[in-house]
């Protein structure tokens, strides 16, 4: 067997993921990727009443909660034709939308920074020099030398007290950093300007669905009713000072999109070009297409258009239809499942099977048999093509079916860069394609605000359709797809209805596009096929491995081990 380093679990993302690199030398050969926790809401789900499958199924993910619950809402709709308000998608619209803002500002400095920031080379910083960089490239006012003092002063306390807190655990000085320290000091200044920031925007949530995280929702529309008077009436839960809040919310997030996020990424990613040469992945790309201005019935309206684009051809966009089995199907080669007809057959999600059967080793092991099944996560496919989904598909089907605002970011963005299209399909290019996007939603948002102030103006106070919310006006049986674009990429969920209850339940999340093992075809999955060809500084500190898998977005912190057969164990970090 060649030479495996092992990353497991990856930190800094939401759930279990173990990576198995195959070495050449210092270069990445192949990669294996295996989800390591079991989800099973689908079988959980199975005999419930669909009209309460969001509040389940919105516990699939600890951080995109509410892209969860408006799935799942969607997909009972389509499957009782049930049609939706225009306030309620104008507010469905301006939720999902935060959740994507929230969602990248704090992968961006949270989750993905510290693969390109060295926190610890920013006590080398000078503060003038670094409140010089600061305002030559944004006029976010936080930017003076006594700031960036008091941010560096802060880091000097964690490290002179032993122990860098937050920031613990970072491979510091490894040679694949490139920022100087004043770069360094201005990026973590708003690393924690970040976290001070998110405790704002998560209000809108709190003041459309209730709570977060885990807002409300109700298939039919949203429940929130409207009052035109201020401080409300018995029971109402948005009045027009709430409103005005959204208001508020809304222009703070577009602030901080504007004048730190963008000029951050861009001032980063000058120092890492040569990143626009790697972590392609598959090449094709699939959006479901989602934020509707005419209703999820009429894609022509989406503000993110669904289409698939195969082999990088941004000239042929081709069509998606996900309630087609032909189109979509999930296979099970290298998973710990079983499907009644075989493991080599593949599924439609409606006729979607969750039968869970382990056969890997037991723990702890070595390696993965990686001839065998490795990963609790299926391989999902479009026409038998592995597809990769998120920001950057997203912001590559908007550019090739020509919208203006989009186009005109990607090319400034390249022009400042000095790089190619070509750069697009890169590690480089998913985390700036996340960014461009971000400003997309956040300018958006003020018009899907305007439009329900004017709705509610006009006499409009409608959030909720109740027809056919009774099982008695139902159908004995019937199905349907909900499909919207979660920021991590295309999810969809796919329900069928069985005298009033599920019957059958399935959720393709974008990471089991992404993350999924390879299929009976020996095609890789987009993380697998975007490792290889990595080098490695270090083996025993694989920065290079963190950064394209965490320019997917995956999620959150727990444990790392990296070991090789030779040496064993060569770290172990954990956050206490």
């Known amino acids: 067997m060649a030479e495996r380093i092992v990353v497991d679990p990856i930190t800094r993302i939401e759930g279990h993921l173990r990576i198995e690199a195959e070495m050449d030398g210092e270069v990445v050969r192949a990669a294996y990727a295996s989800g390591t926790m079991v989800r099973g809401i689908e079988i959980i789900l199975k005999g419930r009443d669909p009209r309460d499958a969001w509040a389940y199924a919105q516990r699939i993910c600890g951080v ?30 301006l939720m999902s939308a935060a959740q994507h803002v929230h969602d990248h500002v704090m992968h961006f400095y949270h989750l993905h920074a510290l693969d390109w920031v060295d926190v610890v080379s920013a006590l080398k910083a000078d503060p003038r020099q670094t409140s010089t960089l600061a305002q030559s490239i944004s006029p976010y006012p936080k930017s003076s030398p006594g700031y960036f003092a008091e941010v560096r002063q802060r880091l000097a306390a964690f490290v002179e007290s032993g122990q860098l807190g937050i920031f613990a655990n970072g491979y510091w000085g490894h ?3 490139k920022l100087p320290p004043e770069a360094n000091l ?37 429940p929130a009713a409207i009052s035109v008077e201020s401080g409300g009436q018995a029971g109402t ?58 209703g999820i019935g009429d894609p022509t309206s989406y503000l993110i258009p669904g289409g698939v684009i195969i082999d990088r051809d941004l000239t042929n966009v081709q069509p998606l239809n996900p309630s087609d089995p032909a189109q979509i199907q ?55 093509r592995p597809m990769e989904v998120g920001p950057l598909a997203r912001m590559l089907l908007l550019y090739a079916t020509g919208h203006t605002a989009a186009r005109s970011l990607v090319d400034a963005t390249l022009h400042k860069l000095d790089l190619p299209v070509e750069a697009l399909f890169s590690t480089l290019g998913r985390t700036a394609a996340r960014g461009l996007e971000t400003k997309l939603f956040a300018d958006a948002m003020s018009g899907w605000y305007d439009r329900l102030l004017a709705n509610i103006k006009g006499g409009d106070l409608t959030t909720f359709n109740g027809e056919r919310w009774e099982p008695a006006t139902w159908p004995d049986r019937c199905r349907g797809v909900g499909f919207m674009e979660a920021p991590r990429g295309g999810l969809a969920h796919w329900v069928s209805i069985e005298d009033g209850r599920i019957a059958n339940y ?58 090789d057969p030779a040496q064993g164990e060569l770290v172990q970090v954990r956050i206490q």
């Open 64 to 93: 995109c909660t509410l892209v969860h619950a408006l799935c799942s809402v969607r997909a009972v709709e389509n499957a009782l034709a049930i049609n939706v308000p225009t306030n309620a998608e104008l507010i469905r619209n």
């Open 175 to 177: 040679p694949a950093y």
């Open 186 to 222: 201005m990026a973590l200044a708003h690393y924690l300007e970040a976290l001070t920031w998110q405790r704002e925007v998560v209000k809108l949530h709190t003041i459309f669905g209730g709570r977060n995280p885990h807002p409300n929702f109700v298939v039919g529309g949203v």
């Open 237 to 294: 839960a948005l009045d027009m000072v709430g409103l005005a809040q959204v208001g508020e919310v809304i222009a703070s997030m577009r602030t901080f999109v504007d004048q730190v996020y963008l000029p951050d990424l861009l001032t980063i990613a000058s120092y890492y070009k040569e990143w626009a040469r790697q972590g392609e992945g598959v090449g094709n790309f699939l959006c479901y297409g989602d934020f509707p201005d005419n």
């Open 330 to 384: 999930e296979l099970i080669a290298h998973s710990w499942y079983d499907y009644t007809a075989g493991k080599e057959q593949p599924l439609h999600p409606y006729d979607g099977e969750t039968t869970l059967h382990y056969t890997g080793p037991e723990p702890p092991f070595e390696h993965l048999d990686v001839a065998a099944s490795y990963s609790w996560l299926k391989s999902p496919r479009w026409r038998g």
């Open 506 to 563: 399935q959720a393709v999340v974008p990471s089991t596009w992404n993350a999924g093992p390879r299929d009976a075809k020996g095609q890789p999955g987009p993380y697998e096929a975007a490792l290889a060809g990595h080098h490695l500084h270090d083996p025993k500190q694989p920065i290079e491995l963190l950064r394209t898998i965490h320019s997917f977005d995956p999620c959150i912190a727990c444990a790392v081990h990296v070991s």
